[in-house]
């Protein structure tokens, strides 16, 4: 047991776990949910009570099921938490309830892990890991970094599809919102003084991942991560996707992207879509692998 490492990634929609062998850097076994932690929280400020179940029950199925002792994983949650001004008495909550402890990261840490496991992934797919922009667009923030050979540099935005969802109903706020969020982003990329043109452009996290799968015959169920993992989505494949749902019911949307995502994975493209017109670039890889894989590579080359 000693070379196999459980961690945990509670984001503002999502909940995550890998069972990681941390010697060889397998993935063992995984278990995600759509929990919809933020759901409220962008009127509120807080965790919902509701939201607090759904996470135990959560907790408690995925020790269930890829067995596990939730009070030895290494357990992060992000932005929905960082904003809840009741998060000391939600985790504490957790932790009677499971026993599992969350630390809240912030922006910078949530980025560093991401670009872990994203350059262990890019060179697992055999895809030059020098010279990269990766997009990791979450639930409450959305974090971009550019990563140039050993260095990088990253900016945790304060968006993401569940918070922008809930707080633009209508669409012309949402466009008139990211038109702004774009300069913001371009003003980052240009305080870096670097010729970006030469960088791919590389997307992790639920809406790139769930575009991939569609684009390669995949749906919710018969999702392979494996098959995803080094996909090109380009600008096209997200027209195609948002012509898909504007057209289905919200069941086949539900088919395609699973439950508790449906009413976000629009905002999700157009998220998408406003930072490839930013960055200027045609096409980006998809990657599955984001902040639990990082969680647990970062772990394992502490301790293992």
């Given at each position: 047991m000693g070379e196999e490492i459980v961690s945990v990634d509670l984001g503002s929609n999502s909940f995550r776990v890998l069972k990681y062998d941390c010697k060889n850097h397998k993935i063992i076994s995984e278990y995600n949910e759509v929990v919809g932690m933020a759901d409220g929280l962008i009127d509120?400020?807080?965790?919902?009570?509701?939201?607090?179940?759904?996470?135990?029950?959560?907790?408690?199925?995925?020790?269930?099921?890829?067995?596990?002792?939730?009070?030895?994983?290494?357990?992060?949650?992000?932005?929905?938490?960082?904003?809840?001004?009741?998060?000391?008495?939600?985790?504490?909550?957790?932790?009677?309830?499971?026993?599992?402890?969350?630390?809240?990261?912030?922006?910078?840490?949530?980025?560093?892990?991401?670009?872990?496991?994203?350059?262990?992934?890019?060179?697992?797919?055999?895809?030059?890991?020098?010279?990269?922009?990766?997009?990791?667009?979450?639930?409450?923030?959305?974090?971009?970094?550019?990563?140039?050979?050993?260095?990088?540099?990253?900016?945790?935005?304060?968006?993401?599809?569940?918070?922008?969802?809930?707080?633009?109903?209508?669409?012309?706020?949402?466009?008139?919102?990211?038109?702004s969020r774009k300069k913001q982003i371009k003003e980052f990329l240009d305080s870096l003084n670097l010729d970006l043109s030469d960088y791919n452009f590389v997307a992790t996290a639920g809406t790139p991942t769930t575009i991939a799968a569609i684009k390669l015959g995949q749906d919710f169920f018969s999702y392979d991560r494996n098959v995803v993992n080094g996909a090109i989505v380009d600008l096209n494949d997200l027209e195609y996707c948002l012509n898909i749902f504007k057209n289905s019911s919200k069941e086949e949307i539900a088919r395609l992207v699973g439950r508790g995502r449906v009413e976000f994975i629009e905002v999700g493209i157009f998220i998408y879509k406003a930072i490839f017109e930013v960055l200027n670039k045609k096409e980006s890889i998809v990657l599955d692998d984001g902040l639990r894989e990082g969680v647990a590579i970062n772990h394992s080359l502490k301790k293992c």
């Amino acid at each position: 047991m000693g070379e196999e490492i459980v961690s945990v990634d509670l984001g503002s929609n999502s909940f995550r776990v890998l069972k990681y062998d941390c010697k060889n850097h397998k993935i063992i076994s995984e278990y995600n949910e759509v929990v919809g932690m933020a759901d409220g929280l962008i009127d509120t400020g807080l965790i919902s009570f509701e939201a607090q179940q759904r996470v135990v029950a959560a907790i408690l199925h995925s020790v269930e099921t890829i067995k596990y002792d939730p009070s030895l994983a290494v357990c992060v949650t992000t932005a929905a938490m960082r904003k809840a001004s009741n998060n000391k008495e939600v985790l504490q909550y957790f932790k009677d309830k499971t026993g599992i402890t969350f630390e809240i990261i912030d922006g910078n840490e949530e980025a560093r892990l991401t670009l872990l496991a994203v350059k262990y992934a890019l060179k697992r797919e055999k895809i030059n890991s020098s010279k990269f922009i990766l997009l990791d667009i979450g639930g409450g923030s959305t974090e971009i970094i550019v990563n140039t050979n050993d260095d990088y540099s990253a900016h945790s935005f304060d968006f993401g599809i569940v918070t922008m969802t809930q707080q633009y109903l209508k669409y012309h706020d949402l466009h008139n919102d990211l038109n702004s969020r774009k300069k913001q982003i371009k003003e980052f990329l240009d305080s870096l003084n670097l010729d970006l043109s030469d960088y791919n452009f590389v997307a992790t996290a639920g809406t790139p991942t769930t575009i991939a799968a569609i684009k390669l015959g995949q749906d919710f169920f018969s999702y392979d991560r494996n098959v995803v993992n080094g996909a090109i989505v380009d600008l096209n494949d997200l027209e195609y996707c948002l012509n898909i749902f504007k057209n289905s019911s919200k069941e086949e949307i539900a088919r395609l992207v699973g439950r508790g995502r449906v009413e976000f994975i629009e905002v999700g493209i157009f998220i998408y879509k406003a930072i490839f017109e930013v960055l200027n670039k045609k096409e980006s890889i998809v990657l599955d692998d984001g902040l639990r894989e990082g969680v647990a590579i970062n772990h394992s080359l502490k301790k293992c």
